[in-house]
């Protein structure tokens, strides 16, 4: 059962990053390739509060959600919406990404950083099996968010008005929905959740200027996997392949993690090209 818990709490870590990419694409169309850095940059500013400026874990965490927040829409103002018709977001939202991390290696250096855990090192007994808490809010954290945000796009005024845009950005206009201030939303919720996030992946992670890449990677293994779009689809492969990697790692070793996650990317969407909750969409012109 040990395995188990620290195969989700792994999986935890992935499903936050789909979160944050299902927010923008569901609001925007866009997938946006530097929430993970975003992630990365709350981190870091949760090292800086609690280690650098021995701050509050509560004031750390609203500077970080605000400072993130402020990234992710000054990425939308200047490196999205000025593309939006020229089909250049790909280029600026890379990037961006790269950007983030240079600003981050110049500040924090290249070396591993320790985000001090703000609970209990001691481990905790469940079903059997070891896990520290800090594993446990993870999963809790991943849980709550994708049934909040899952709920929030079905059944509140925003999260339809935001699967209209996502849809059909044109109708959605029509229709009278404020698209570009829906795309100005979800980024900045995007990057108000990553920037919470911080302080309690931090303990996990640990901040490194290469966690983008990792997250970044796997992240959109996952969403392949779920299906864009889709919160409960897209966390729950990453909680699937947050196992396969653990038990991997653990029978046969960490350098087939990636060989074995891909060759299930292929299987499935040779089986779905949409992935599990994808659908085909048509549209006539």
């Not at 400026?53 to 509560?58: E, N, Q």
């Not at 790909?90 to 855990?117: D, F, H, K, N, R």
């Not at 490194?208 to 729950?236: E, M, N, Q, R």
């Amino acid at each position: 059962m040990t395995t188990v818990l620290a195969g989700l709490s792994v999986g935890a870590v992935y499903a936050l990053v789909t979160l944050g990419y299902n927010i923008v694409y569901i609001g925007s169309g866009a997938l946006n390739f530097a929430h993970s850095n975003l992630m990365t940059l709350g981190i870091f500013l949760a090292y800086w509060g609690l280690v650098q400026l021995g701050w509050p874990i509560a004031a750390v965490i609203v500077i970080a959600a605000l400072v993130v927040a402020l990234a992710a829409v000054a990425q939308e103002r200047i490196a999205i919406r000025p593309l939006r018709h020229i089909q250049g977001q790909l280029v600026t939202m890379v990037g961006t990404a790269t950007l983030i991390t240079g600003i981050i290696e110049i500040i924090w250096g290249q070396q591993a950083l320790t985000v001090p855990s703000f609970f209990d090192d001691a481990p905790a007994h469940l079903l059997g099996g070891a896990v520290l808490p800090d594993d446990l809010v993870i999963i809790g954290l991943a849980v709550a968010l994708t049934a909040v945000l899952a709920l929030a796009s079905r059944f509140s005024l925003t999260g339809l008005a935001a699967l209209a845009v996502s849809e059909d950005r044109e109708a959605a206009q029509l229709r009278g929905i404020n698209v570009r201030r829906v795309q100005f939303g979800v980024f900045a919720l995007a990057g108000a959740i990553a920037g919470v996030l911080g302080p309690f992946l931090g303990p996990l992670t640990f901040a490194s200027y290469t966690l983008p890449a990792a997250l970044a990677l796997i992240g959109f293994v996952a969403l392949a996997i779920g299906g864009y779009g889709s919160f409960v689809a897209s966390a729950a492969a990453a909680f699937a392949i947050g196992l396969v990697q653990t038990y991997t790692s653990r029978y046969l070793g960490a350098n087939y993690q990636n060989l074995v996650i891909f060759a299930i990317l292929i299987v499935v969407l040779l089986a779905l090209p949409n992935g599990l909750a994808g659908a085909r969409r048509e549209r006539v012109v």
